[in-house]
Structure formats: C-alpha cells, structure tokens
C-alpha cells in the first residue's frame, strides 16, 4: 500500500510499512530542491498558472497579521500550515487566515522531528493538531507538511487515512537562519521559481531565530513583485 508525498513539482511514493522521508528543510537534511524546480508544473504539485506561498510555523501573534495585511495589500493568496500548540494560544488568529480566504493546512503540534517519535506519539501529535486547528478555523484539513519536512511512516499512514495531501516544497527562502535578510530571502525562495512551484517561507519565530519573521514580511513585497513580473498567481497548492 503506498501513499504520494509531493515535493513541489517532485512526487515520490513511499511503502506505508517502513523508512522514512527527508524533505530537506533546516536540520532535517536538505534534498535536491533542484528536482523538484526541474519538474514544476507537475500536475501532481497544483495547477499550472501559477505557483502557491505556503508559511509554516504559526500563527504568530505579531508575524501573522504582519503576514496578512502584507496579502490583502497584494491581493495574493497563501496557505498556511498551522502548529496545535500555536493555535491554542492564538485562535484567534487561525480564525482570521480562514476567513481572509487563505488554505488552512496541518503541520504538527508541537514542532519535532518525527523521526524522534515513536508511532504512537506522531500519532498523538498529529490528532491533537487536527482538532485544535479544525475547531479554531472551522475548516477540514486537506494538507499536510510535517515538521523540518521529515516524515515517518506512521505520518505517511496516518495522512493516507485521512486522504491528506502530503506537500513539501520546491523553494525556501532559508528565513529562519539568524543570517538572513530580506534581500537574500527574496532572492533565495524566487531563485528559478516557474509554474508549479511550492514557495516555503515562515510567519513564526517561535522554532527558529529571534525575530525572524520581521524579515520574512520585510522580503514579502519584493516576493509577490517577482512572482508578479513572472506572471504567476499565488494559487492553492
């Protein structure tokens, strides 16, 4: 029995019965991003007339809104991949993505390395996300990205339950790095990006360097203008 995991425009299948898969975000091993670029526009990733912005990590009660407002200002359209833990302590703010029209998807409760949990904690762990987010954003989830991009079989299982997608990316803007700026956020996540891509940047700093995300919503404008100057919408993934 097999399940599809989709990697921006890279789809790959993975036995639900053993090993696990390493999608290649901060210390979870970094892949070859370059396959998923060479074949965006994969009907597996999403439609063809653009590419879709995804954000992991929140909501973050002052990223988030700064994230939102920067949206509605460009008429563009994100997915959020929502965090149990953070939503519980902002529902508020779950609500609000919801109802601004953009995706809701499940990324985790607490933010671990699934390849640290057994079968019943990932299990224990993706549930309790699901409710949380659900409840606060009155949406089902349809997709899910599990922590650092690493997924276990029994993530893999559990989604295909489910009929989830599992989605991962073709671009990151590396924002969570201390390092970063706008400039090298914005050139890093449009570096290459076509049709089909999966665009990877955060509007939380709770899992990575302080601040963070003030540069993400600084970068966000220039983003939004490639992607404008390429002629891609942001589209649901």
């Not at 998807?105 to 390395?113: G, K």
Request: charged share 20%; aromatic share 6%; with cysteine.
């Amino acid at each position: 029995m097999e399940t599809e995991v989709s990697w921006g425009g890279l789809a790959a299948s993975g036995a639900e019965g053993g090993g696990a898969w390493g999608g290649g975000a901060w210390g979870g091993g970094a892949g070859d991003d370059r396959a998923g670029e060479d074949r965006a526009g994969d009907d597996r990733a999403g439609p063809r007339a653009g590419c879709a912005l995804t954000f992991d990590d929140g909501p973050h009660p002052r990223g988030t809104p700064a994230v939102l407002d920067a949206l509605a200002a460009a008429g563009a359209h994100a997915t959020f991949f929502l965090v149990g833990e953070q939503v519980q302590r902002n529902p508020g703010l779950a609500a609000e993505i919801a109802a601004a029209g953009h995706g809701i998807a499940l990324h985790c409760h607490r933010h671990r390395n699934l390849l640290r949990l057994g079968p019943r904690q990932t299990r224990a762990d993706i549930l309790r996300a699901q409710a949380i987010v659900e409840d606060a954003t009155g949406r089902p989830i349809a997709l899910y990205r599990p922590p650092y991009g690493i997924l276990n079989a029994t993530a893999l299982a559990c989604a295909r339950r489910r009929g989830w997608r599992t989605l991962l990316w073709s671009h990151w803007g590396r924002d969570w790095e201390a390092r970063a700026t706008p400039d090298s956020i914005a050139a890093q996540v449009t570096s290459g990006v076509r049709p089909g891509a999966v665009l990877l940047l955060h509007d939380a700093d709770d899992y990575s360097a302080p601040g963070s995300w003030r540069r993400t919503v600084a970068a966000l404008p220039r983003v939004l203008d490639v992607l404008a100057e390429q002629g891609l919408a942001t589209i649901s993934p």
